[in-house]
């Protein structure tokens, strides 16, 4: 039906006749003249028609914004003064020939150029809001990163594996979408939060290298960053170990930008142990474009009386740090109660602060309601080591360390944005060097830091068991600007590694048999070493684009609620459809 895109066309097509098809973006009557602006994925291109052909100009006066049109024309040069350079065809207009309305269009529920239309609206009629250039030119690339990505992986020796959508339910962290089956009563599949079981089974058929773009599914509470469907670069290998997935997959990502975005990241990726990141920046997944870490006082507070900073300086679960804001003394105190208010969300119990307008002048440039508890050498200490000019603003994260961390970490990063000291660059980073447990004080055991298959930094159950609080993992997460691009490890394959997990993180035999049966079966016929790794896909398209969240590079995302406003989903099913399943509704009271 056409024989070029509206935004192909430019000088060099001048005085040629193209057919083109495309949506009236705009269409202005300018005295006996009708300008239109026909637009399709490719950007748009003006077109002219003219009153001399009256049947055509007569079709043209009744088009309205969103028309799909066929159009014949002949590419001629604009005015000069017309010249638009913000468009590839800003140099030539098209004459047209001849008009054909595909389709008519009612007037839409927003206009595409509207900045300030509220999410849902966009997510109810989102087949009008992917017609935005801004949406058009994520969902180009984020085509164009999975189009490399494949490449990538084929020319390396992957092979692309589908695994399944109806499985079992397995813990990973989050919960299942459950999927009732109506050929077994009773019973349930459930959709796979990633298909981290089965690229562990294709390792031990053989398979050696397996990738997979995959749809996964959580049923979580969600964030900017989160979908509870969503894309995977699944990856997973035999005999390699987890510098040599590093290094392949680190590859991949300088290789990606360099194609995609024509950026030269770093060569090597720089490594960074878990315990450093936490000490540094209360984070596993630090920004490092931000110039601020947070610096642990607690051995210059023991002492003092001020019990606010004494008592978690003593406490061994407890941690005091300071974060130095450079020139931040020229908050306001409502700023400050702000940021205050801010830690708050993260469990802190409050924010003591101390403004140092003079560094010279001691005790007496400082402004805070506890410069008095503190004598005048923990002070002078504190500046020292935090390295403190006059003008500056220091924050202090006390209490237990958990709390601090994440507090503090977030207040590092919000405060870096609100000042705008967050660098114009691209800054990835390997985390490694995770604990292989976290205790859970709320259940009283341990549960696994990533997953229960991730292989400890030791090949003795014994020692594993003996050493569980501070035994290592072989783990590994790409982090890029703050976020965690991707993350994996080195894999179990010995069975009674395997069990010696389950029974720490208080797994029975008899429920590691009922979950993972099949995988404990399967380890016991040749498992080769395996690791791997998996990308986020969509995060790694909202960084590429700079979009805010993720909805804005998926095609059709879920809100906030988990909910779809474009077709109602979740609905309702016919009482029919619940008999079938055995399934009956008891809905929760008002």
């Given amino acids: 039906m056409r024989s070029h895109y509206c935004g192909q066309i430019d000088e060099s097509f001048v005085d040629q006749e193209i057919e083109l098809c495309g949506w009236v973006n705009r269409r202005r009557d300018h005295g006996g003249v009708i300008f239109v602006d026909l637009r399709d994925r490719e950007g748009l291109v003006q077109v002219v028609f003219d009153p001399d052909r009256a049947e055509m100009f007569a079709t043209a006066e009744r088009i309205r914004n969103e028309y799909v049109l066929k159009l014949k024309g002949r590419v001629r040069l604009r005015d000069e003064a017309a010249f638009n350079p913000n468009l590839k065809t800003g140099k030539i207009e098209v004459l047209g020939l001849e008009l054909t309305v595909l389709n008519a269009a009612e007037t839409p529920p927003f206009q595409l150029d509207d900045e300030g239309v509220h999410e849902d609206i966009r997510l109810k009629y989102r087949y009008i809001d992917l017609r935005r250039d801004e949406m058009q030119q994520r969902m180009r690339m984020r085509s164009q990163i999975t189009a490399f990505v494949r490449n990538y992986m084929e020319s390396n020796g992957f092979w692309d594996i589908e695994t399944p959508m109806l499985t079992k339910a397995t813990p990973e962290g989050a919960r299942d979408y459950l999927v009732p089956s109506r050929t077994h009563p009773g019973e349930f599949f459930a959709l796979p939060q990633s298909p981290q079981i089965f690229k562990q089974l294709l390792m031990m058929s053989g398979m050696d290298r397996y990738y997979q773009i995959v749809r ?344 906030q609620t988990a909910a779809c406003p474009l077709t109602d989903a979740p609905a309702a099913v016919t009482p029919a459809s619940l008999r079938d399943l055995n399934i009956r509704i008891h809905k929760p009271a008002k």
């Fill in 216 to 559: 996964c599914f959580r049923d979580e509470d969600l964030r900017a960053d989160r979908q509870p469907e969503f894309t995977q670069i699944d990856i997973e290998t035999s005999f390699m170990d987890e510098n040599e997935v590093m290094d392949i997959t680190e590859n991949m990502i300088r290789e990606l930008f360099a194609h995609v975005l024509e950026e030269a990241l770093p060569n090597p990726f720089p490594r960074m142990s878990h315990e450093e990141a936490m000490h540094r920046y209360g984070s596993d997944k630090p920004d490092l474009r931000i110039d601020m870490e947070l610096v642990d006082i607690g051995d210059l507070m023991a002492d003092v009386e001020f019990k606010v900073f004494a008592e978690p300086a003593k406490d061994p679960k407890g941690r005091l740090v300071v974060l130095r804001v450079p020139k931040g003394a020229e908050l306001s105190r409502k700023e400050i109660d702000g940021y205050t208010e801010f830690v708050g969300r993260y469990g802190a119990k409050g924010l003591a602060w101390i403004k140092v307008n003079d560094v010279a002048a001691g005790r007496e440039g400082l402004q805070s309601p506890i410069v008095k508890f503190l004598p005048d050498e923990a002070l002078t200490a504190i500046i020292e080591r935090t390295g403190t000019e006059s003008g500056d603003l220091l924050f202090f994260g006390a209490g237990n360390a958990k709390v601090v961390n994440e507090s503090i970490g977030a207040l590092r990063v919000q405060v870096g944005h609100d000042r705008g000291m967050v660098s114009r660059e691209w800054k990835p980073l390997w985390v490694v060097d995770f604990p292989m447990f976290e205790w859970n004080d709320r259940d009283n055991r341990w549960d696994a830091l990533h997953h229960p298959f991730t292989s400890p930094n030791t090949e003795d159950p014994a020692e594993l068991e003996a050493n569980a609080g501070s035994m290592l993992s072989r783990a590994y997460d790409m982090v890029l600007n703050g976020c965690e691009l991707g993350g994996g490890s080195v894999r179990i394959h010995n069975t009674d590694m395997q069990n010696k997990v389950f029974e720490v993180l208080g797994i029975g035999d008899e429920e590691a048999r009922d979950k993972f049966g099949f995988l404990l079966d399967a380890l016991k016929y040749g498992c080769p070493p395996h690791a791997g790794l998996a990308f986020g896909l969509d995060r790694m398209v909202m960084l590429m684009t700079g979009a805010g969240s993720i909805r804005d590079v998926m095609a059709f995302p879920k809100t």
